[in-house]
């Protein structure tokens, strides 16, 4: 997750309508429709008509749930974890803010080992203090032990998620968002070693990981990298702002087969430009991910990965 909600929810949030609330996220309308249709996070406030409208409170589990998308959980997981968290000031015990707890991670989390909810609750605890000691080693120990994949779903998003709450309700944290990235960015590329390259004496057909054209959100691509590193897997980092044609260029040049982009923006996601990448001879296999993807006129033959090990494991069946 490299960036958050824009302050905090305001009581004109009370009534809003599709288009409006799909601009404050920065998503598709027909995105928000998809999300209500499939996993019933949508508008519960009353309207004209048969029209509902986005409460308050709606905006809130939209905005978690695209939190934990953009950080790599699966759309069904994170709206599962937006529908069963309390929003709204009201939904709090009177003098209870949210800087005050860590939004539920204060128990073991469900589908955590207590090691990685002791390390969730010890990430968030470091990175509320600006602890980058701290954070760092947690971190790790959590790549160490856990690996990339487990590390980055299992322990770093839910602390992500977390920070996102608490700067959707108090309009504050941002530093802490910040730093925790920071620190995160460099632990993964301490264990995404060029060393890994090289397999046989030669060097292996790469996978190409690039952000969509003027995105510059890379931190799921370095989670990617990393993770792709694990596995002995070659991959050219090609990073923020790729345009259409340098993406081509350095697939034919570097031989790779496949080809992963990001998206994190709607301004970014539009997919007209991937028929002709996936037109390249020989046929480049790209696949794609991100919140701001406009899903529904994605390219047939471009599948979307909604997690990291989704991703990876795309990636890895289409390079054999």
């Known amino acids: 997750m490299d960036d958050l909600t824009h302050g905090e929810a305001g009581p004109e949030m009370s009534g809003l309508g599709v288009a409006e609330v799909a601009r404050r996220l920065g998503v598709a309308p027909s995105t928000l429709r998809t999300w209500d249709r499939q996993y019933g996070v949508g508008p519960t406030g009353g309207g004209p008509g048969r029209h509902h409208r986005y409460t308050r409170a ?12 953009s950080a790599g959980a699966p759309p069904a997981e994170a709206a599962e974890a937006a529908l069963h968290t309390p929003h709204g000031q009201d939904q709090r015990p009177q003098g209870h803010s949210a800087a005050d707890s860590h939004d539920g991670l204060e128990g073991p989390a469900a589908g955590h080992s207590d090691s990685q909810a002791m390390r969730i609750r010890n990430l968030a605890d470091a990175a509320m203090a600006l602890d980058e000691v701290v954070m760092t080693g947690i971190l790790e120990s959590a790549l160490r032990h856990e690996g990339v994949t487990a590390a980055w779903e299992q322990v770093v998003v839910p602390v992500l998620v977390d920070i996102g709450r608490k700067h959707a309700t108090t309009g504050k944290y941002v530093e802490v968002e910040h730093l925790l990235s920071a620190v995160v960015s460099r632990c993964l590329l301490a264990v995404t070693s060029p060393q890994t390259q090289f397999a ?8 190409v990981l690039a952000c969509a054209p003027e995105e510059e959100h890379t931190l799921p691509l370095l989670v990617l990298a990393a993770a792709l590193a694990e596995t002995g897997a070659a991959r050219l980092m090609l990073g923020a702002r790729v345009p259409a044609s340098a993406l081509a260029a350095a697939a034919n040049r570097s031989g790779a087969h496949t080809a992963f982009v990001w998206s994190q923006t709607s301004e970014t996601g539009d997919p007209s430009w991937l028929t002709d990448l996936h037109a390249t001879r020989p046929a480049l296999q790209v696949v794609v991910g991100g919140p701001g993807w406009d899903r529904d006129r994605l390219p047939p033959e471009v599948p979307f990965a909604s997690s990291v090990s989704a991703a990876l494991g795309a990636l890895l069946a289409a390079d054999h």
């Open 58 to 69: 709606d905006v809130a589990r939209l905005e978690t749930m695209q939190q934990m998308i």
């Open 200 to 207: 046989a004496g030669r060097i292996r057909s790469p996978v």
